[in-house]
């Protein structure tokens, strides 16, 4: 009967922590995507400002 009680909870631990994992690692992933799109316009905002010919430094 203890071992098999044993057994349960070490299940459920294991279900506990699996969860928790997972959260932060979808936490992650969430602020990596955040800030790569940030960056994909930033970079897509200045590509389009210097084709626009915004300050004239053509070599």
């Known amino acids: 009967m203890g071992r ?3 057994i349960i ?3 459920i631990a294991v279900v506990f922590v699996a969860g928790w994992l997972f ?3 979808m936490g992650l992933l969430k602020w990596a995507l955040i ?3 940030v960056l994909l316009g930033a970079a897509g905002i ?3 400002l210097k084709t626009r010919g915004g300050s ?3 070599v």
Request: hydrophobic share 60%; glycine share 12%.
């Open 56 to 58: 004239g430094s053509r």
């Open 35 to 37: 800030i790569g799109a």
């Open 4 to 6: 098999i009680l044993l």
């Open 23 to 25: 959260s932060l690692l």
């Open 46 to 48: 200045s590509k389009l």
């Open 9 to 11: 909870v070490a299940a």
